[in-house]
């Protein structure tokens, strides 16, 4: 069995991490947690395929793998994980039994981690499915079920294709799912062009995508002037967030609520992706329509919210939960690679050995766009006419 380099997340590093970090947990350097490993490759099995990873994108789940704060996955898992549920790649070999990928192809990978009998995620793939190991590795081996051929000549370049793996889908989903329900409650003979607004995130950002894709009046509330500055690049109206302090008090959204008022005409939004909840949950309900939807497959900065059951009811507000696209479904995220999804990049594109400090970084959400680490030094000629200089 072949061994290659790959990161891992332990309950110990978390525990001496914590140990270390003052009891505020404030100075908690997720760069310390996230250590580099080695990972035994599985056998190849006869639907199995072995690929070199070329380059991932940094996910916030590593940050609540790292800090433990939801759930400490590590330990669930028997003390370690080896974290990445993102990646782009190039086919090295494949089981007898494999149709659909040869060596020499470029793979991105869906980190659906085994479906319910609708198709949708159980667990994630390098996360909590069991016996799963993630892409921060030098190579991996899976199941051909958890790959998608990359679209090389969507006109993203490699790291904008390494970006959207695991985010598009997500994004692909939640836009569905709003959209439908929206549509449940209110035709289109009745409304056409919906206001669609959604907070912070490289999420966020793809499912903004899609709804200006489609006709609709996008609004991204982010605290980032710089990524509030791409997204006005395709028509997605930027509100600084900062501007409300974050919707720390109820006048704050009271003021946000009056200022989306005048943007909106006095309708407020039809569809709001959430994402974070905590402060963000109270703010989107308030600027809710009527008959408005709100989604999230996130948690960011609380996992439980509250509301006024009774207001929702009255202003028929749906509030859905979504976790991740079935298999089919992130293959027709894919599809839209470069038509509607041009994912905003992080300024630095990391190097290998940069991986933990993409993460510590992400966790003080200083990026300027979806980070991305570049995993090969040496990169096929398949990718080297999108390979930025
Ligand atoms: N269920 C799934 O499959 C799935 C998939 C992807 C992501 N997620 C989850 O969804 C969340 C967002 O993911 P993402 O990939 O979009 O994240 P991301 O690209 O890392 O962005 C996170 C955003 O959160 C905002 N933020 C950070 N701290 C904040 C604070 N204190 N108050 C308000 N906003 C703050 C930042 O925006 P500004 O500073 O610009 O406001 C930042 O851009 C994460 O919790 C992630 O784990 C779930």
Request: hydrophobic residues 40%.
């Amino acid at each position: 069995m072949a061994s290659v380099p790959a990161y891992s997340i332990s309950s110990d590093a978390i525990a001496q991490e914590r140990e270390r970090a003052d009891k505020s947990g404030e100075d908690f350097d997720v760069a310390k947690v996230i250590q580099l490993d080695t990972l035994a490759l599985a056998e190849l099995g006869d639907t199995d395929v072995r690929f070199r990873v070329l380059a991932v994108s940094a996910e916030h789940n590593i940050d609540h793998a790292s800090t433990a704060d939801t759930v400490n996955i590590a330990d669930v898992r028997g003390g370690k994980i080896y974290p990445g549920n993102s990646a782009t790649g190039e086919v090295l070999e494949v089981g007898d039994g494999v149709t659909r990928f040869k060596a020499g192809d470029i793979v991105i990978t869906h980190c659906n981690g085994g479906p319910d009998e609708y198709g949708y995620p159980l667990r994630i793939f390098g996360y909590d499915a069991e016996e799963s190991t993630g892409w921060y590795s030098k190579e991996a081996v899976v199941d051909q079920w958890q790959l998608i051929q990359a679209p090389l000549d969507c006109g993203l370049n490699l790291w904008e294709i390494a970006a959207l793996p695991l985010r598009a889908p997500t994004a692909y989903h939640l836009w569905r799912r709003a959209l439908g329900i929206y549509r449940l409650k209110v035709s289109s003979e009745h409304k056409a062009r919906l206001n669609v607004m959604s907070f912070g995130g490289g999420v966020g950002e793809l499912f903004l995508m899609l709804a200006k894709a489609q006709g609709h009046n996008a609004f991204f509330c982010a605290g980032s002037a710089e990524r509030r500055k791409s997204l006005e690049a395709h028509g997605i109206i930027g509100i600084d967030q900062k501007q409300f302090n974050r919707f720390a008090s109820r006048d704050d959204v009271r003021a946000f609520s009056k200022h989306t008022r005048g943007l909106t005409g006095g309708e407020q939004f039809h569809v709001v992706c959430d994402m974070l909840r905590g402060p963000c949950f109270a703010a989107g309900l308030a600027v809710s329509s009527r008959q408005g939807v709100n989604v999230s497959a996130g948690w960011q900065l609380s996992q439980q919210v509250d509301y006024n059951s009774t207001l929702m009811s009255v202003k028929q507000v749906t509030i859905d939960h979504t976790h991740y696209e079935t298999a089919e479904g992130a293959a027709a995220a894919t599809e839209l690679y470069g038509s509607v999804f041009k994912p905003t990049i992080h300024k630095e594109i990391y190097a290998w050995e940069d991986l933990p400090r993409a993460h510590a970084e992400m966790h003080h959400n200083s990026q300027t766009g979806i980070p991305i680490v570049r995993i090969a030094d040496e990169m096929p000629d398949a990718v080297k006419a999108i390979l930025p200089d």
